[in-house]
């Protein structure tokens, strides 16, 4: 398979996800970050060893001189042109875990795109300075365009997908997914659970990369829980088809609950709405987790949420162990600081160094 650099733009946009997954991963390792389908299950489990080696690492003084020694040498863009909170945050303590500087444009409305700048050289001026780009933004494939551009220049620097469209979230999959590797360590893993699916699943990037990454486990079965307006796209179910993975797609939210390993709770996306107030004509009253479902829930079963929430999952329920949101989101910073350190290839001198350093419990 031709790397971005070999391969014209028009040829590498009419590839397959399959072929472009592959056409991003040279040497079995990530570059540009841009589709949850890059990654199979020997990146997910090595990226989750290794943020967990990051996280007991960063436990004291010494571990976190270490970890801030690797990259004190690069810096990094974070570009957001879309609101965030936790992507952003958690890029930002990723990259000071690291010892990467930061640079960030939040608002194009600063920069000199407002003079009629392409986004093309923007992100190649972010590049001369710069040694990564973490993009998030509205239009689905613009992190794909870039990376094919910075690719075919003489200052390649990689680009994580922070959020594109309604299309790719692929590193809060990944976030997702430590966080049911973690839940489901002394219990077989995440293979053969029950991932329920619940919200706004049709313009949910979070549910769609989740869903991708999903497959790369043996019989995980995917139920896509929703009020018939939101409910998840068929390119999903035709991926989830060609991946002969079992799903189910309800609009009955309490009758999932008894049988769930994990609730995926998600938001209405109404910033996607092509007119004001047309989500607000569906009813999603009845997929909100309230204390009254914790009753339903497995002992063992864990409830996640990519946030922000809305009215979804009642604060009053953040208490009960298998509320695992807010660790969760914690998960984020130690994920990203793992893809980060595995792009730029010192993943190794983090395993050494827990292996030489850390004792095991
Ligand atoms: N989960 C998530 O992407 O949150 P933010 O929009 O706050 O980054």
């Known amino acids: 398979m031709r790397t971005l650099d070999q391969i014209s733009w028009e040829n590498f946009s009419a590839l397959s996800l399959g072929e472009k997954a592959t056409a991003l991963m040279p040497d079995d390792r990530p570059y540009h970050v841009l589709l949850a389908q890059q990654f199979q299950r020997r990146h997910l489990d090595a990226l989750g060893d290794l943020a967990t080696r990051i996280?007991?690492?960063?436990?004291?003084?010494?571990?976190?001189?270490?970890?801030?020694?690797?990259?004190?040498?690069?810096?990094?863009?974070?570009?957001?042109?879309?609101?965030?909170s936790r992507t952003f945050l958690s890029f930002c303590a990723a990259c000071e875990i690291l010892g990467l500087a930061i640079g960030e444009v939040r608002d194009t409305s600063t920069s000199s795109e407002l003079k009629g700048e392409t986004q093309e050289d923007s992100v190649r001026t972010f590049s001369s300075y710069f040694d990564l780009i973490v993009m998030r933004t509205k239009e689905a494939g613009l992190a794909e365009r870039m990376s094919w551009v910075l690719s075919n220049t003489d200052r390649p620097i990689p680009i994580i997908n922070a959020g594109s469209g309604r299309d790719q979230h692929p590193t809060q999959a990944l976030l997702d997914i430590y966080t049911l590797q973690r839940s489901f360590a002394a219990r077989g893993?995440?293979?053969?659970?029950?991932?329920?699916?619940?919200?706004?699943?049709?313009?949910?990037?979070?549910?769609?990369?989740?869903?991708?990454?999903?497959?790369?486990?043996?019989?995980?079965?995917?139920?896509?829980?929703a009020p018939p307006p939101f409910q998840i796209q068929s390119d999903i179910l035709s991926m989830l088809d060609a991946a002969g993975v079992r799903y189910e797609v309800s609009a009955d939210f309490t009758g999932m609950i008894p049988g769930a390993d994990a609730i995926y709770m998600t938001r209405v996306q109404d910033?996607?709405?092509?007119?004001?107030?047309?989500?607000?004509?569906?009813?999603?009253?009845?997929?909100?987790?309230?204390v009254e479902h914790l009753s339903l829930l497995k002992p063992t079963a864990v409830l996640m949420h990519p946030?922000?929430?809305?009215?979804?999952?009642?604060?009053?329920?953040?208490?009960?162990?298998?509320?695992?949101?807010?660790?969760?989101?914690?998960?984020?910073?130690?994920?990203?600081?793992?893809?980060?350190?595995?792009?730029?290839?010192?993943?190794?001198?983090?395993?050494?160094?827990?292996?030489?350093?850390?004792?095991?419990?």
Not at 275 to 281: K, L, T
Not at 327 to 355: C, K, P, S, V
Request: proline share 4%; glycine share 6%; hydrophobic share 40%.
């Open 189 to 225: 893993g995440i293979d053969g659970k029950r991932i329920v699916f619940v919200g706004d699943l049709q313009r949910g990037r979070t549910v769609r990369s989740l869903a991708a990454l999903l497959t790369n486990y043996r019989d995980v079965t995917q139920c896509f829980c």
């Open 55 to 84: 996280r007991f690492i960063a436990k004291n003084r010494e571990g976190m001189a270490f970890l801030h020694s690797l990259m004190a040498y690069r810096r990094a863009m974070l570009y957001f042109s879309q609101p965030s």
């Open 307 to 361: 946030f922000p929430r809305r009215n979804e999952i009642s604060p009053d329920v953040d208490r009960d162990p298998r509320a695992k949101y807010w660790r969760q989101m914690r998960n984020g910073m130690w994920i990203r600081a793992a893809l980060i350190a595995t792009i730029f290839g010192h993943d190794q001198a983090i395993r050494e160094y827990h292996e030489k350093n850390i004792p095991v419990a």
């Open 271 to 290: 910033e996607w709405d092509s007119q004001i107030g047309d989500s607000a004509r569906v009813d999603v009253s009845q997929y909100c987790f309230r």
